[in-house]
């Protein structure tokens, strides 16, 4: 069967298409198209899902009595070929995620240190003839570039690409499949968008963004290519279902954390933990397949790349920031300090959450009023990130080069943490090091034990207030943005000052409260923990940081908690996706269902006419219906369930009614209809 | 509310105190005995569990529901200081779950290495001094007197704690409550059989009995103190329930793990991957809390044995096999030698899981014979290993200690891997270094990657076979034994010996390669991935290696899968535990309930007469009845599902019947009794 809904052009196509190819399973009645169900739907901005009604297409939890159904049916009859077909394409489907992920997490890498390379080579060689205002325009010039064409790219043909994707993914793993998210367009955006966005000095992460590729790239392969583009292949009809679908996406999702982070194992539990409601053993060793293979890609490539063949891109290993390698030996006094240090994560991520969320309202008003507005705020928000790297180092002395270091100083090349900036020959300027560099470098930097005095004290507040209030505003304009790199500095930069400033009396080296700080931010923001210290361990390579780590993310997430929620799960509430909860709010104990309907209520008994099931599909929009038993037939109203329009569909399509129980010459088509209900409402009970 | 009932007396009484828990906040039914719930169940071998047959009190699914009711009931007019209160106090116990479990495994290894360091002492000296039959004579003296008493304690006081005890903490969590997996008693031999058996120099681990240890605290904990003992505190009625009892124990078995490997995270992944069904994410943060108390209070503890105050135990960090921080680099060659240990240790780990099964029903037969049988084998098994750990060694030639070490050669204390045996002056004997040591210890030496000729390739062979061969008759005897150890010792073994024989043409060194031999076995017998990652990662502190483990952990796994199933699957199958899988078996798709059910068949029908109820309860010891629509209700006989005997009992104690829609004068009670069939059954669905 050729459905003519393509699933990224309409949400309700997606929803006919799965239809669709359970009919096709199903046998006979699979040439009959679907007249009665919605092929457009709107958006609103409720925060409380109900399944059916005209919020969003949201998946409906019957995959399991489905597929069983089909098995049932045609399983014993189907040749055992198929079935083989069946698990080799989707174990076949699963490496190809991991490698696609893989290939794309690596151009990204290359593309974004050539081009953020050169244009910090640029502006450097600029600022070395002292040409402060050229070096500044060049500066300014090459953000704004590549900032407009993140920006046109992002505001012309894939709105949904903008910002970290993680709470769209999350949100379609948990049931809603919102708008566009996981399509081609939006794909190929994510891809080019994060490089220029990431390029163009933003205070933005990749790592969002790679998550969203990672899903976007599993949705296309499941499919089998776009059907708007004519790319797609018959014999991946199999997988054209939700579970298989919702599969392959959390594949993804642990694909993009597994590529951006290189980090294998927490890209699973990144999946587990944050994305996946539905979770299953089987889902556990595929997922762990694929960031395997994209863990194997990366380290392939890495070790290709290390003979300068891949341009500026060429230094670090699978480990992206091992620099630290010092044993932690604490004392009390670093006990307390760690204590602090989650006390203060928990502020100050729950103070973030609260401010991007303010601010994402306020984008949000701009970014309605047409793509324009969403490019001239790109570039503005550009403007002021150039003028921070380039105006705030102005503020630090020149500090002589240390005597006793391995590295330059000040740095003659790319990275190195000893930019001269405006200073003098055998001075550096540490803001620079830390502004006018990639944001990986300056992580690095900052997380580094090398030198304690590396940093001065107030050029670590200024670094901190300007990634604090940077990363802020920048999330929500409409270029690709993850959250966790800014996060990152800017936790970095407060641990490596209570760091410095505990040094004298503090056993645990500057560097390693720098990855504490980093931990505590990361915890008060995103609200995560095991995969979290998954990912920090598997970024810094020190596991004998764990248990300080675990502290860390333990009290910053319990402090945070008591303020507001993680920053994803904000996002997902602004964007008006209707996101459920594993457990309801309190206030949702008060909810009746006429708080949450919309239009004028229609329900069905138990036992319904058909007449009345067709007249009322045909005029309305709901997309489920409240089946309620009255009196005579119970003692008081009762809601048996929730009868969806497609299963309402099916019914009608397959004619699955009886005359057995005729209470009246008029009401023909009672009995069987009943029984049909109940077994859908007992499915979903 | 007092019930009479024990949770660890009998399987039936914990049904009953749970259902007495319920009543208690339920309200004024609390006074009600059950007199209609069976007290004794008797259990069968049937791996076919049904919920309601006497086979095992498997828990009710409905705690969900429970639970909502009593929210609905009586939260919002519960006092705030009882939420508070609940809230706290599961926090408490968690905290105490962890600090007690990191303080048993301590003391266990604590107890560990001063037994069997004393005992190593003791034959090495007496080896030097030339006295051969003396010092076998001591080994086999000190291993005998420690197996008996390990297994006069495991076969007299508690048989449920012989074994690994994963397969039951396993199965508890997932819903089957087995006779005494939990009790006290059980906690007791749990840690001193296994500190004696380990001691005893067996070829077993201490991971699986810290594991049930572990839980055995959080259930202990949970249900404060025994009642049995008369140790229980009213303040924990609040965990009188399923659901919390089974977090509490997840979190316990978690900690076991981190307390045994000293692997944190590895211990959330293993609770998550391997023991829990119903999952949830608060689940996650709760457990991750646990055994980040665990690896605070290890961390600690090992910190404060550093200078030698405990005895013989001192040495080593938080990471146990912290010995190769060779940077692995690798080839073709060492990607295929890869790829053949993978497929090794899939071969070789389904052969022992099907040798342990074979091995295991052998012994079950004289276990049954009674206690004096099951200390017998114990000592048998004992003299075979001492007869080996002595006996083997002598087929080893003596090597000359090599010049370029740092160590000390040969080995003058207890520890080292250059053992003199026989050999003179300046020689070692390489299979005495691995087998006349502690289990941690060989595993260390095989890690090692300071020597690559430390062993030669024959030696390699009889240890393998050794470990191989003595860790299948081992597992089984009546004395707590873990499989990680003999596994990883025999995994390591062929893996070091594969490196050894790869050596002038591989790059990865020996260590490395008996690390990944490790890995494959421990896929190809326990088919975990993610979790046997993690825990490999924090065992070696080589996360570069995390790569080449995860391809080893996928092939193993995939081979082995081939053949049968994990080992603790097998175990559970074998004690006759109904374990249901999450998914059916294809052959269940054929079965109907008349393959499954015992004894006659009562049925009821939704509607249903109370007098009939009372009666099928009385004459029957069925747990649970099937409810049938038949006709003229409906127009074929339909399962609407099952109801429990408890079930039942709740709604007759609160004689929740109507008399509302009376069809004759004798069916008196019939209305109610029908809505709340449906209602149970729909919570079921």
Same mark, same amino acid.
């Given at each position: 069967?050729?459905?003519?809904?393509?699933?990224?052009?309409?949400?309700?196509?997606?929803?006919?298409?799965?239809?669709?190819?359970?009919?096709?399973?199903?046998?006979?009645?699979?040439?009959?198209?679907?007249?009665?169900?919605?092929?457009?739907?709107?958006?609103?901005?409720?925060?409380?899902?109900?399944?059916?009604?005209?919020?969003?297409?949201?998946?409906?939890?019957?995959?399991?009595?489905?597929?069983?159904?089909?098995?049932?049916?045609?399983?014993?009859?189907?040749?055992?070929?198929?079935?083989?077909?069946?698990?080799?394409?989707?174990?076949?489907?699963?490496?190809?995620?991991?490698?696609?992920?893989?290939?794309?997490?690596?151009?990204?890498?290359?593309?974004?240190?050539?081009?953020?390379?050169?244009?910090?080579?640029?502006?450097?060689?600029?600022?070395?003839?002292?040409?402060?205002?050229?070096?500044?325009?060049?500066?300014?010039?090459?953000?704004?570039?590549?900032?407009?064409?993140?920006?046109?790219?992002?505001?012309?043909?894939?709105?949904?690409?903008?910002?970290?994707?993680?709470?769209?993914?999350?949100?379609?793993?948990?049931?809603?499949?919102?708008?566009?998210?996981?399509?081609?367009?939006?794909?190929?955006?994510?891809?080019?968008?994060?490089?220029?966005?990431?390029?163009?000095?933003?205070? !933005?992460?990749?790592?969002?963004?790679?998550?969203?590729?990672?899903?976007?790239?599993?949705?296309?392969?499941?499919?089998?290519?776009?059907?708007?583009?004519?790319?797609?292949?018959?014999?991946?009809?199999?997988?054209?279902?939700?579970?298989?679908?919702?599969?392959?996406?959390?594949?993804?999702?642990?694909?993009?954390?597994?590529?951006?982070?290189?980090?294998?194992?927490?890209?699973?539990?990144?999946?587990?933990?944050?994305?996946?409601?539905?979770?299953?053993?089987?889902?556990?060793?595929?997922?762990?397949?694929?960031?395997?293979? !994209?863990?194997?890609?990366?380290?392939?490539?890495?070790?290709?790349?290390?003979?300068?063949?891949?341009?500026?891109?060429?230094?670090?290993?699978?480990?992206?920031?091992?620099?630290?390698?010092?044993?932690?030996?604490?004392?009390?006094?670093?006990?307390?300090?760690?204590?602090?240090?989650?006390?203060?994560?928990?502020?100050?991520?729950?103070?973030?959450?609260?401010?991007?969320?303010?601010?994402?309202?306020?984008?949000?008003?701009?970014?309605?009023?047409?793509?324009?507005?969403?490019?001239?705020?790109?570039?503005?928000?550009?403007?002021?990130?150039?003028?921070?790297? $380039?105006?705030?180092?102005?503020?630090?002395?020149?500090?002589?080069?240390?005597?006793?270091?391995?590295?330059?100083?000040?740095?003659?090349?790319?990275?190195?943490?000893?930019?001269?900036?405006?200073?003098?020959?055998?001075? $550096?300027?540490?803001?620079?090091?830390?502004?006018?560099?990639?944001?990986?470098?300056?992580?690095?930097?900052?997380?580094?034990?090398?030198?304690?005095?590396?940093?001065?004290?107030?050029?670590?507040?200024?670094?901190?207030?300007?990634?604090?209030?940077?990363?802020?505003?920048?999330?929500?304009?409409?270029?690709?943005?993850?959250?966790?790199?800014?996060?990152?500095?800017?936790?970095?930069?407060?641990?490596?000052?209570?760091?410095?400033?505990?040094?004298?009396?503090?056993?645990?080296?500057?560097?390693?409260?720098?990855?504490?700080?980093?931990?505590?931010?990361?915890?008060?923001?995103?609200?995560?923990?095991?995969?979290?210290?998954?990912?920090?361990?598997?970024?810094?390579?020190?596991?004998?940081?764990?248990?300080?780590?675990?502290?860390?993310?333990?009290?910053?997430?319990?402090?945070?908690?008591?303020?507001?929620?993680?920053?994803?799960?904000?996002?997902?509430?602004?964007?008006?996706?209707?996101?459920?909860?594993?457990?309801?709010?309190?206030?949702?104990?008060?909810?009746?269902?006429?708080?949450?309907?919309?239009?004028?209520?229609?329900?069905?008994?138990?036992?319904?006419?058909?007449?009345?099931?067709?007249?009322?599909?045909?005029?309305?929009?709901?997309?489920?219906?409240?089946?309620?038993?009255?009196?005579?037939?119970?003692?008081?109203?009762?809601?048996?369930?929730?009868?969806?329009?497609?299963?309402?569909?099916?019914?009608?399509?397959?004619?699955?009614?009886?005359?057995?129980?005729?209470?009246?010459?008029?009401?023909?088509?009672?009995?069987?209809?009943?029984?049909?209900?109940?077994?859908?409402?007992?499915?979903?009970?």
């Amino acid at each position: 069967m050729e459905s003519n809904a393509d699933i990224e052009s309409e949400g309700g196509g997606e929803k006919m298409s799965r239809n669709g190819s359970i009919m096709e399973d199903g046998g006979d009645s699979m040439m009959i198209r679907e007249p009665l169900l919605l092929k457009s739907r709107v958006n609103t901005t409720s925060q409380i899902a109900i399944v059916g009604a005209n919020v969003c297409p949201i998946e409906s939890l019957d995959y399991e009595i489905l597929e069983n159904d089909l098995f049932k049916q045609d399983w014993r009859s189907r040749k055992k070929v198929q079935i083989f077909q069946y698990v080799f394409m989707k174990w076949t489907l699963v490496l190809l995620i991991g490698l696609s992920t893989g290939l794309v997490a690596f151009f990204n890498n290359i593309a974004v240190e050539n081009i953020a390379g050169f244009k910090l080579l640029l502006t450097g060689n600029l600022m070395l003839k002292q040409k402060y205002y050229q070096a500044f325009a060049a500066l300014a010039g090459c953000n704004v570039v590549l900032a407009t064409c993140a920006a046109v790219l992002c505001a012309y043909i894939a709105p949904a690409a903008a910002g970290s994707g993680i709470p769209e993914v999350k949100a379609y793993l948990n049931g809603v499949d919102a708008h566009s998210i996981l399509a081609p367009s939006t794909l190929f955006v994510k891809i080019f968008g994060s490089i220029f966005g990431v390029a163009a000095g933003f205070v !933005v992460g990749k790592e969002g963004p790679m998550v969203h590729t990672g899903a976007c790239i599993a949705n296309l392969l499941g499919q089998g290519g776009s059907r708007k583009y004519h790319l797609t292949w018959n014999w991946l009809k199999y997988f054209k279902n939700d579970r298989d679908r919702r599969d392959l996406i959390t594949c993804g999702a642990a694909a993009g954390v597994a590529a951006a982070f290189r980090a294998p194992v927490g890209g699973v539990l990144f999946a587990l933990e944050e994305a996946a409601s539905w979770w299953r053993s089987a889902l556990l060793w595929r997922t762990f397949f694929t960031t395997a293979v !994209v863990a194997v890609v990366l380290k392939s490539l890495i070790e290709y790349c290390k003979n300068e063949t891949c341009g500026l891109f060429g230094e670090g290993g699978l480990i992206m920031f091992d620099i630290n390698n010092a044993v932690p030996s604490y004392n009390t006094i670093d006990l307390l300090a760690i204590i602090l240090l989650g006390v203060i994560g928990g502020i100050f991520g729950s103070i973030y959450n609260y401010l991007v969320d303010k601010v994402l309202r306020t984008y949000s008003i701009i970014n309605e009023r047409g793509p324009s507005f969403r490019v001239l705020l790109v570039i503005i928000i550009s403007v002021l990130t150039s003028c921070c790297a $380039y105006g705030v180092p102005w503020l630090a002395k020149c500090i002589p080069c240390p005597d006793n270091i391995k590295e330059e100083c000040p740095t003659k090349g790319r990275t190195g943490s000893y930019k001269s900036f405006q200073c003098p020959d055998g001075h $550096y300027n540490d803001l620079a090091s830390l502004l006018l560099t990639t944001n990986d470098d300056a992580i690095r930097s900052l997380f580094s034990s090398l030198n304690v005095n590396e940093f001065r004290i107030s050029s670590l507040v200024f670094f901190f207030f300007a990634m604090y209030f940077l990363g802020i505003i920048t999330y929500g304009i409409a270029i690709p943005s993850g959250l966790f790199i800014p996060v990152i500095l800017a936790g970095a930069s407060y641990g490596r000052l209570v760091g410095r400033l505990l040094h004298p009396i503090a056993n645990l080296d500057a560097g390693l409260f720098a990855l504490l700080g980093a931990a505590s931010f990361l915890g008060g923001t995103m609200r995560m923990t095991v995969s979290l210290c998954v990912i920090l361990l598997e970024l810094t390579n020190n596991l004998l940081m764990l248990p300080l780590m675990m502290l860390v993310l333990l009290i910053s997430k319990t402090v945070a908690d008591c303020f507001n929620k993680g920053v994803y799960d904000q996002i997902v509430i602004m964007k008006g996706l209707p996101f459920l909860e594993a457990h309801a709010e309190p206030y949702m104990r008060h909810l009746v269902a006429g708080d949450v309907v919309s239009g004028p209520l229609i329900t069905f008994s138990g036992v319904e006419k058909v007449s009345n099931v067709l007249h009322s599909l045909r005029m309305t929009s709901h997309n489920g219906f409240p089946v309620i038993d009255e009196p005579p037939i119970t003692d008081a109203p009762e809601l048996c369930g929730l009868v969806l329009r497609s299963h309402l569909l099916v019914l009608l399509k397959g004619k699955i009614f009886t005359e057995h129980r005729r209470l009246s010459g008029a009401q023909t088509l009672r009995g069987t209809m009943h029984l049909i209900l109940q077994r859908l409402v007992l499915g979903k009970g």
